[in-house]
């Protein structure tokens, strides 16, 4: 585990942890300083092979954004990436950039959910379907002062600015929709999720451009963590976080879940300026 230094200043770290109930980590993640990328996948409890599923989302996805901004040669996504290239960067131009990214970031969530179905199709029938849910940012050089905040199912997305955490991210849980319907009705089980990579038959994923200020405190994880550890825990480690302790911080809200119960695998990104 060492801390990664994005090139617009941030830095960040990364951990996963096993739990104390579980066999195995279907947790995975990624950090790319070249690409600014930070991703993070849980792969999904109730299906098989949720391990395979987490770390080929992570592989993938970062390997796609990798085809579109270092190598060369045009790919499939030719017309959308020469777009990107081309377009004078003033303030009208740059609003068209985002929309290209954020539409760029949604193929590219297809594309890695259409690798996972297919890679599904290898296995036996009736051997169970593998699927993750997922989360990222990705802090693109050509947008300079922002954030692209992308997810798919449960794991979530923070930032701590000006004192108070704020979750970036909705949960694509049938909890969340019921909350969000007014909790009518009997309360449904918080782990279902409705959207995860290789495991829906229709990927909708949000996806939101967010601005970026270099007080900022950013924090993805699994809901390992938010299954254990309340928003004020986090706001409270958020609130200390600085690039010396990145890594004591991460730890820590690790150590908290699993002094909470550790009932299942754990994973934290942490990303901070200063």
């Known amino acids: ?45 109730g299906y098989t092979r949720g391990d395979i599923a987490s770390n080929e989302a992570v592989k993938r996805f ?8 270092i190598e060369p040669e045009p790919s499939f996504w030719h017309k959308i990436r020469h777009s990107l290239y081309t377009r004078p960067q003033r303030n009208a131009q ?24 297919q890679l599904n199709l290898m296995y036996p029938p009736g051997s169970g379907v593998m699927g993750t849910t997922f989360v990222g940012l990705w802090m693109w050089s050509k947008l300079p002062e922002h ?13 701590y600015r000006n004192g108070q955490i704020e979750q970036l991210t909705n949960d694509h ?6 909350l969000d319907d007014g909790s ?30 270099n007080d900022d405190r ?30 004591q911080s991460c730890q820590d809200l690790i150590d908290q879940a699993n002094a909470n119960g550790g009932v299942d695998n754990v994973t934290v990104i942490l990303a901070c300026h200063k």
């Not at 849980?173 to 019921?178: D, V």
């Not at 950013?218 to 990145?246: H, K, P, R, Y």
């Open 1 to 45: 585990m060492s801390i990664l230094q994005l090139s617009n200043g941030f830095k960040a770290v990364g951990i996963t942890d096993c739990g104390l109930k579980r066999e195995r980590n279907e947790d995975s993640y990624g950090l790319d300083a070249e690409l600014g990328l930070l991703l993070l996948a849980d792969g999904m409890g």
């Open 62 to 69: 970062t390997a796609f954004i990798q085809t579109l901004t």
């Open 94 to 117: 740059q609003l068209q950039l985002a929309e290209y990214a954020e539409q760029l970031v949604r193929d590219l969530l297809q594309a890695t959910h259409n690798d996972i179905e």
């Open 147 to 159: 954030v692209m905040v992308f997810h798919a199912g449960d794991s979530r997305a923070y930032r």
């Open 173 to 178: 849980s049938l909890f969340q929709q019921w």
């Open 184 to 213: 009518v009705g009997q309360q449904p089980a918080k782990n279902v999720v409705l959207q995860a990579l290789g495991a829906v038959a229709e990927l909708q994923p949000d996806v939101s451009l967010q601005l970026l200020e």
């Open 218 to 247: 950013l924090l993805l994880c699994s809901d390992g963590l938010t299954g254990m550890v309340d928003d004020m825990f986090l706001e409270q480690v958020m609130a200390q976080l600085t690039a010396i302790n990145l890594q």
